[in-house]
């Protein structure tokens, strides 16, 4: 499945409803699905704020893909690329605005790693096994 | 999102409604801003109609808590949803917030 979305935060919704919409599809339990809703969501608003800058002009595609064994979630943009060693949240510690997000991302997915490949803009692809040993199969498929 | 502003007991009250991201946060911020600027001695924020907040909105209200305390003022937050607490559980802003029940407790000191 692809969602193609304009790069405005008002779109934002129709990625929340479907990426909960595949989750239900495929039986995934209301508190994964809640989990899965925000990380997708809080990676498009990610491409919104730093790959494109706030730019509303642009295009964002979130691929899905849905074993029994895992829930795959493919986000490309064609904005400023990401450096991934620069991209870590701030110390859940620490009280202050911003620097949640990729927590959110991290803890509901398995796999978080752009694809370094992409000549221009990034392709982020997160994985959330859901079931133990399919790691394995994933990695085989 | 909705945002409704009522008075309660000399407390302000923001009721919102719907969801809470990067699209309806701004909204939120500048009520916020606006109230912390007439330096109100109490804010309470309603919950209970909140059907999802992301970072941006949970960045919002941390900077609403950090303007009202710069003034000595309060901000409770109450009738909070269960998967909504847990996520400022996870966040570790549960111990950071004053989160209340209901209105009742929130506006007891």
């Not at chain 1, 997000?101 to 994985?127: A, M, Q, S, T």
């Not at chain 2, 303007?67 to 269960?82: N, T």
Request: with cysteine; net charge neutral; glycine share 10%.
């Amino acid at each position: 499945m692809v969602v193609k979305i304009p790069s405005h935060p008002k779109y934002l919704c129709i990625v929340r409803e479907v990426t909960a919409k595949v989750g239900h599809i495929h039986g995934i339990n209301e508190d994964l699905v809640e989990q899965l809703k925000l990380a997708v969501d809080e990676a498009c608003a990610n491409v919104i704020k730093y790959a494109y800058g706030g730019d509303a002009r642009k295009r964002i595609v979130i691929r899905y893909k849905v074993d029994r064994g895992w829930f795959e979630v493919v986000i490309e943009d064609s904005g400023v690329k990401a450096d991934p060693e620069a991209i870590m949240g701030r110390r859940l510690e620490e009280v202050r605005p911003g620097g949640l997000g990729v927590h959110f991302i991290k803890r509901c997915f398995d796999i978080f790693e752009f694809d370094g490949k992409k000549k221009k803009g990034n392709r982020l692809r997160l994985v959330r096994y859901l079931k133990e040993k399919d790691e394995d199969r994933y990695n085989g498929a | 999102m909705k945002i409704d502003i009522t008075e309660h007991n000399g407390a302000k009250v923001f009721s919102l409604s719907g969801d809470i991201d990067l699209y309806s946060s701004p909204a939120l911020r500048k009520e916020l801003i606006f109230f912390i600027g007439e330096k109100v001695p109490l804010l309470l924020v309603d919950f209970r109609d909140v059907s999802y907040i992301d970072s941006s909105g949970i960045a919002t209200l941390v900077e609403g808590l950090r303007g009202m305390m710069s003034h000595g003022g309060k901000m409770k937050l109450f009738g909070i949803p269960e998967r909504i607490v847990e996520i400022f559980a996870f966040s570790k802003l549960d111990k950071v917030f004053d989160i209340c029940g209901s209105l009742d407790d929130a506006v007891k000191d």
